[in-house]
């Protein structure tokens, strides 16, 4: 009965990024140095991600995922070929379940912006950790899953601080290694010493963890993204 209230439409929750995206085309299309048009293709893949879900309503969240994934591949922009590549992994993982739901969530994320490199890029597992900490913060996820995001960002912000440097054991649980600690910590503390707020520094981090922090138009992307869908479940799973 649970499952039943709090799992996810696939649809409503990517028209909520489609229309993050619409919205914030022109500024993303000038972040992108190189074509200036960043905010007209995640436009696109937003939308035909979007279609993809409304096709396949009813079918399971790994067929829609699918499904989404070879239409993007038909796409020319590399931003298209990424997020296919991400929606492929996530049908992998989403095999056998039958809904998408705020406590499952965190993997769908995860695997979309880490571009299909989520299996074999050992910093995913600790982003996706956090990701896990985020949710739990809309009130979704589980109290032991917080612990271990609060072990991870109190390393990430020890390290940096110069107050303790996380132990060999605590960055081997975490699934990450000093580097990416090193650099999802300078993303952290850079969004904080601008004025971010704490939602938005550690969102930066994660995305700066994943492949979408290979250039800073998708890094912004990125983290709209992210953004967009951890608003759209906190807001579908407090529905009652």
Request: charged share 10%; hydrophobic share 35%.
């Amino acid at each position: 009965m649970a499952s039943q209230t709090n799992k996810l439409n696939l649809v409503n929750l990517f028209q909520s990024v489609a229309g993050t995206m619409a919205n914030e085309k022109e500024t993303l299309n000038q972040a992108d140095a190189y074509n200036h048009d960043h905010g007209d293709n995640m436009v696109e893949v937003f939308n035909v991600i979007s279609q993809a879900m409304q096709a396949k309503r009813s079918a399971d969240p790994a067929d829609q995922l699918e499904y989404a994934s070879q239409l993007l591949r038909q796409r020319k922009s590399g931003s298209a070929q990424m997020y296919a590549q991400g929606l492929q992994q996530a049908s992998k993982e989403f095999q056998g379940q039958k809904h998408v739901t705020p406590d499952n969530a965190m993997q769908l994320i995860q695997a979309l912006i880490g571009g299909g490199q989520t299996s074999n890029a050992p910093a995913q597992s600790g982003m996706g950790d956090l990701l896990g900490s985020l949710l739990g913060g809309a009130g979704t996820g589980s109290q032991q899953t917080q612990a271990g995001n609060g072990d991870l960002l109190g390393s990430l912000l020890g390290s940096l601080g110069g107050t303790q440097a996380p132990s060999q054991n605590q960055q081997q649980s975490a699934g990450i290694d000093a580097g990416d600690l090193l650099n999802a910590g300078m993303a952290f503390l850079n969004t904080k010493s601008q004025g971010g707020n704490n939602m938005e520094a550690i969102v930066n981090a994660l995305v700066s963890g994943s492949s979408m922090g290979s250039s800073a138009h998708r890094s912004q992307s990125g983290a709209l993204v992210v953004n967009s869908l951890l608003q759209a479940i906190s807001g579908m799973s407090g529905r009652k």
